[in-house]
């Protein structure tokens, strides 16, 4: 069976100038792709006016609430016991994003009571995205 979470954060962007933003985003969850987390930002504040959505590791996400953790597009670290931050880098430049510490956690938590660490099925995972990259070849 197919389990989808969703769950509304707060997230605050910080600018170059130190002043923080308000910036609504959503954390989504799949069992369908059981290694993954999704951070949905809406069209309303990103340069283009369509939304963004960041995939990434959920053993990055567990990484970066403990230390700093992540390399290439995606880092995360704690900011005090109640921030972390996750740093976002693209080809049209960086962003810098702190949410709530308790509010990540929770959310990782309700990805493990869907789908345990170490208890992934990757074999289907592997199974869509050949079929994916090859269609009907």
């Known amino acids: 069976m197919d389990i989808a979470l969703e769950q509304p954060a707060h997230a605050?962007?910080?600018?170059?100038?130190?002043?923080?933003?308000?910036?609504?985003?959503?954390l989504r969850y799949a069992s369908t792709d059981p290694l993954a987390v999704y951070i949905d930002f809406p069209g309303d504040v990103s340069l283009d006016g369509h939304g963004?959505?960041?995939?990434?590791?959920?053993?990055?996400?567990?990484?970066?609430?403990?230390?700093?953790?992540?390399?290439?597009?995606?880092?995360?670290?704690?900011?005090?016991?109640?921030?972390?931050?996750?740093e976002l880098h693209s080809p049209y430049g960086m962003a810098l994003l702190q949410f709530d510490t308790a509010a990540l956690k929770r959310f990782l938590l309700r990805t493990y009571a869907v789908?345990?660490?170490g208890e992934e099925d990757l074999g289907a995972v592997v199974e869509r995205?050949?079929?994916?990259?090859f269609g009907s070849v």
């Open 12 to 26: 605050r962007l910080i600018t170059g100038d130190e002043r923080e933003l308000s910036v609504p985003a959503k």
């Open 52 to 86: 963004a959505t960041w995939t990434f590791a959920r053993s990055l996400l567990e990484a970066g609430l403990g230390g700093p953790a992540g390399d290439g597009d995606v880092h995360i670290w704690p900011s005090g016991e109640e921030r972390t931050v996750v």
């Open 115 to 117: 789908v345990a660490s």
């Open 129 to 133: 995205g050949l079929s994916a990259l």
